[in-house]
């Protein structure tokens, strides 16, 4: 009798253990918080102050909205699924803090994807607004981080035509950069680390919006380039390429060449690509060495001519080798009218040299312009796609 | 007279020094602070360094079968410096029980619930250890079986989802540490997470085999010392130098998982991970101090004390440290002086008992 009693007394105990298992301490219920997909960081007008741009989805609009409001450019009309709240402020997290004033939901970070900013405000130095995406345990190392040539807000506001929310839109082009290779995709856990770095410099993609008439839509072109936390210049979508070509980032991209002994230009797509640094030291000459092996396919020609013999092929490896030559040659100059590090050749060098490398970083900015890089470039064609020669009528 | 009825297998005793090993790094970065990149170096060196102590450690227990540490130290030192003694490692058990239970208290809170207030946490995860405690060695060695296999097994898949954001660069140049940092990287190792196993002198009475207890230990500490290795290269290779900035490089390196946008977000699993190894780690000290206390005032059985000296625990949990980067703190500053005190004496007292012939 005892017995039972004390095991009912148990099941009596497990069930009202249940009660506070569910716990509502901390809740969060998904109907009082919004989720932010985008951040924009702009100048305001009193200097030192920010004005922070945060873009939250409003979920009920995004099954109904069209893809595109063409009414107006501005959010928050009711038809567009996603709503800008803007405030003024000089440190971020008390503005992000200061948005429950205007919306009656808790802003939630964790689903940001990226973060704009403004291009006159990282030519001051990002550092002290960004750390608080750093700290913060809501936010995430994955968001992507991009330069924005016009305002950080505007950028934000541009209706896309295949995505609801223009966040979205803005990380998934950086992410599509992978075809071209002509713009760096860079999550903030890659741009702290090259801004940890006593002598690499960081990168970003830059974006920009482009009108045709009415219609505004947000383009990518080229790279941002810093000097610690400042912006310094950038490389166009060409010296980008050559950028990535040396830190091993190129994952495809069309080169275009002239057939040699003809008419016309062939595409070449890139396939495969890879990249090896190595650093000389040699009597106080440092020579960095770059070997680049790139696998390409022919995409289109534009002339008659057959190319697929075995001399005509190596002839146009011979062309795409010396155009990526050229691609790496402009990016090395642009960064060396910058004097800044972005290949990581200080880095390579604290690698294999970590003794004389305590004697160069304390002098790098002046050594780095100076710098020598000898490239050995290899490239292999693949394919000729479906067709051997091009269609053309029959010659006599 | 024996206090605890429970006997456990050898291999079950690998199993919890394994898991007990693995509790205090496991997401706390102690060491990356001092040795940046090199943090792996010094846990292989931090291994080595342990296994002497340990060889001492399980000399003594055998050289007294059957003796708890209290019990030793009472033979060897007599019976009033010998309480003193015991009495001073009861302290040592309950302080750092209470440390590693602010560890998972803070963690918990900061990462997980950061309105609960962090004596909630304490209290609820100290009940959970009483309860394991009151039922003695056994069922506590029994879960660390499961546990360290949970454990592994999760190390293993981060490990391996994580393979595509790892640069090897991270780990350039090769040795570029000075002597003093690797001494001090080393001696942190070896004094926090390693050597620690000195509690279990208190266990070792109730292996059913002590002839292979020296070779479970050993295994043990080495299955837990692998799987830190593993964790740290992970966090290198993965964050590089961001690492040295982080409270908890382990979280936020698998924080960034993403296979395809449908595997991600898994930095519950770090925490699952910390929960389940610090339970061995808080329950094996809470267990030492309740019996030590036990054996030093000679009662007949240790369950009255189970939740007096959980209290105590969870008070000096709540005192002890305020925010992770101050315990951080503590682990690269007097902490390794600290626990190395208690690590060390052992050896003092295997000396004594030589010189003096004992057991007679």
């Known amino acids: 009798m005892k017995n039972r009693m004390g095991f009912i007394l148990e099941i009596i105990i497990c069930f009202m253990l249940i009660l506070p298992i569910s716990g509502c301490w901390s809740r969060h219920e998904l109907n009082s918080l919004s989720f932010v997909v985008g951040v924009g960081l702009d100048k305001a007008e009193k200097p030192g102050e920010i004005q922070l741009t945060t873009q939250v989805v409003k979920p009920g609009e995004l099954k109904s909205a069209s893809a595109k409001n063409k009414s107006s450019g501005s959010g928050g009309n009711g038809t567009n699924a996603y709503w800008n709240i803007k405030r003024t402020g000089y440190v971020a997290s008390k503005i992000i803090r200061d948005f429950s004033h205007e919306s009656s939901h808790r802003l939630y970070f964790p689903h940001n994807q990226v973060l704009i900013i403004e291009r006159k405000l990282a030519e001051e130095g990002i550092q002290k607004y960004i750390d608080t995406f750093i700290r913060d345990n809501e936010t995430r190392f994955n968001v992507l981080i991009v330069v924005s040539e016009d305002r950080a807000n505007e950028v934000l506001d541009v209706s896309p035509e295949l995505e609801k929310l223009p966040a979205i839109n803005i990380a998934k082009l950086v992410e599509t950069q992978n075809v071209t290779s002509e713009s760096p995709t860079v999550r903030l856990i890659d741009f702290i680390r090259r801004l ?194 091009p269609a053309v009528p029959a010659k006599e | ?236 290779a993965v964050l590089g130098v961001t690492s040295t900035i982080m409270v908890s490089p382990s979280i936020e390196s698998v924080r960034l998982i993403d296979l395809a946008e449908i595997i991600t977000r898994l930095e519950m699993l770090v925490i699952t991970l910390l929960l389940i190894a610090m339970f061995i780690k808080v329950s094996v000290m809470y267990y030492g101090s309740v019996l030590g206390i036990a054996r030093l005032f000679n009662l007949r059985s240790y369950r009255p004390l189970v939740l007096p000296i959980g209290s105590i625990i969870v008070s000096l949990s709540i005192l002890s440290f305020t925010y992770l980067a101050q315990n951080v703190g503590f682990a690269t500053g007097t902490g390794p002086f600290f626990t190395l005190t208690f690590e060390f004496s052992p050896v003092i007292t295997l000396l004594i008992a030589k010189i003096r012939k004992l057991p007679k």
């Open chain 1, 196 to 389: 940890m770095n006593k002598t690499t410099a960081p990168i970003a993609p830059l974006i920009r919006v482009t009108s045709d008439g009415n219609e505004k839509t947000v383009e990518v072109f080229g790279t941002a380039v810093f000097k610690h936390d400042k912006l310094v210049g950038e490389l166009n979508k060409r010296e980008t390429r050559g950028l990535l070509w040396v830190i091993n980032k190129v994952k495809g991209g069309m080169i275009d060449v002239a057939v040699p002994s003809g008419d016309g230009t062939v595409s070449l797509e890139i396939m495969r690509a890879k990249s090896k640094m190595t650093p000389v030291i040699q009597d106080d000459t440092i020579l960095i060495k770059l070997d680049i092996k790139a696998e390409g396919i022919i995409n289109s020609q534009s002339g008659s001519e057959d190319i697929t013999s075995p001399v005509h092929v190596a002839s146009l490896e011979k062309e795409l080798s010396a155009e990526i030559r050229k691609e790496i040659i402009a990016a090395l100059k642009t960064a060396k009218d910058l004097n800044s590090d972005i290949f990581g050749f200080g880095e390579s060098i604290y690698w294999k040299y970590p003794s004389e490398w305590k004697k160069l970083k304390m002098k790098w900015d002046e050594v780095f312009p100076d710098i020598e890089v000898a490239l050995n470039i290899d490239t292999t064609l693949r394919s000729t796609g479906n067709i051997s020669a």
């Open chain 2, 1 to 236: 007279m024996r206090l605890e009825r429970g006997i456990i297998s050898s291999s079950q005793l690998t199993f919890l020094v394994a898991g007990y090993v693995q509790g205090s790094v496991m997401v706390v970065a102690i060491t990356n602070i001092i040795t940046k990149q090199y943090t792996w170096l010094v846990v292989l060196s931090g291994l080595a360094a342990s296994i002497p102590l340990a060889m001492v450690y399980i000399a003594l227990a055998r050289k007294f079968p059957g003796k708890d540490l209290i019990q030793i130290n009472r033979i060897v030192y007599g019976p009033y410096l010998g309480k003193l003694v015991s009495a001073l490692y009861i302290w040592f058990f309950c302080s750092i029980a209470g440390f590693m239970l602010t560890y998972v208290g803070e963690i918990i809170k900061y990462y997980m619930m950061p309105e609960t207030p962090k004596y909630a946490i304490c209290i609820l995860f100290a009940c959970i250890c009483a309860w394991t405690v009151r039922n003695g060695i056994e069922v506590l060695a029994r879960t660390s079986v499961i546990f360290v296999m949970i454990i592994i097994f999760v190390i293993l898949i981060t490990f391996f989802l994580l393979l595509k954001d790892m640069q090897l660069t991270n780990f350039l140049p090769f040795f570029d540490l000075s002597l003093k940092d690797f001494i001090q990287g080393t001696h942190v190792m070896l004094t926090l997470p390693f050597s620690e196993i000195v509690v279990f002198l208190m266990v070792m009475p109730y292996v059913n085999k002590g002839v292979e207890a020296k070779k479970s230990v050993i295994l043990g500490l080495i299955i837990g010392g692998v799987s830190i290795l593993i964790d740290t290269v992970r966090n290198t």
